[in-house]
């Protein structure tokens, strides 16, 4: 039911799973009510997503509930949309510099026995959401129905933004008691907003100083910090200005070669973000 778009134009990749259904008009999964014969990627209510081809331009069809969404992440000259998260991490988060926006992101910590782990390097993340009564989360940790043994996952030098919902917004979330990273290392929590806490840790205990998160004892982390990362134009530019706190702040384990500008890294104090400056 997962399926993963690609755009590197003049390339466009479509890759997707058994059960989505394909045409010359786009690809689809799920169901929808309406007109049969103008098929589900014009319906009103498509319950299922999928991606319309209209000669040259795509469009990106959303599924008509609450439920589920797109995610998207983007850099210079490339785009990846999925509906599916762990489909969109695979490609993109893997290899760093991506700006994430997505509403309530969610990641699920693999299986026991699985071992790929997710490496989230060097990316801007945000809740987004806007100022009324909603929830927004910049990352939210869980575990699957068997929980691993101990922490999986790695995040470094990114910047993480809980979004703007009024009283109910986390930089980071952990959502059970064993859904702890592994290595948190150098990842800016932002302030912006006013989050709920900076850390949400164990599920049960709110965190708002970034130098107690570097106490925690369940994940290898230190270098965490919380501030204004002082974007270009948020959210339309978010390279960082000079003078950010993010310049330099960053560790070199495991960085990205080059940053979304296709600009070097600093090899020695790289930036935290998905810039480099
Ligand atoms: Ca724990
Ligand atoms: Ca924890
Ligand atoms: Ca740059
Ligand atoms: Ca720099």
């Known amino acids: 039911m997962a399926w993963v778009l690609r ?24 169901t929808w009510t309406g007109d049969a014969e103008a098929g589900p990627l014009r319906s009103t209510t498509p319950f299922g997503s999928g991606v319309l081809v209209e000669g040259d331009a795509l469009y990106l069809v959303p599924p008509g509930h609450m439920l589920e969404g797109i995610y998207l992440c983007r850099r210079a000259g490339e785009l990846v949309a ?27 910590s693999p299986r026991p026995g699985q071992t790929n782990e997710i490496d989230v ?3 801007v993340i945000d809740g987004r959401g806007n100022a009324t009564a909603c929830t927004s989360y910049g990352v939210v940790l869980d575990v699957a129905a068997v929980a691993p043994a101990s922490g999986v996952g790695i995040f470094r030098n990114n910047i993480i933004r809980g979004g703007e919902c009024n009283n109910n917004a986390w930089d980071f979330y952990e959502a059970d008691v064993l859904a702890d990273p592994r290595i948190f290392e150098n990842n800016d929590l932002d302030p912006y907003s006013s989050p709920t806490d900076l850390y949400f840790d164990e599920a049960a205990t709110g965190i708002d100083l970034a130098a107690d998160v570097d106490l925690l004892l369940d994940m290898s982390v230190s270098g965490t910090l919380s501030s204004n990362p002082t974007f270009v134009a948020y959210p339309g530019n ?3 200005a000079a003078g950010s706190p993010c310049d330099g702040a960053g560790t070199p384990n495991g960085a990205p070669a080059l940053d979304m500008d296709g600009d070097a890294r600093d090899l020695g104090t790289p930036d935290i973000g998905a810039d480099e400056i």
Do not use: K, Y
């Open 121 to 123: 390097h060097s990316n």
């Open 82 to 108: 999925s509906n599916s998260l762990v489909g969109l991490l695979g490609p993109a988060l893997d290899q760093g510099n991506w700006w994430v926006i997505v509403e309530n992101m969610h990641v699920v």
């Open 238 to 240: 978010l390279h960082i």
């Open 7 to 30: 755009a590197r134009p003049p390339s466009v990749e479509l890759t997707f799973g058994s059960f989505v259904r394909s045409s010359g008009s786009g690809i689809f999964e799920g």
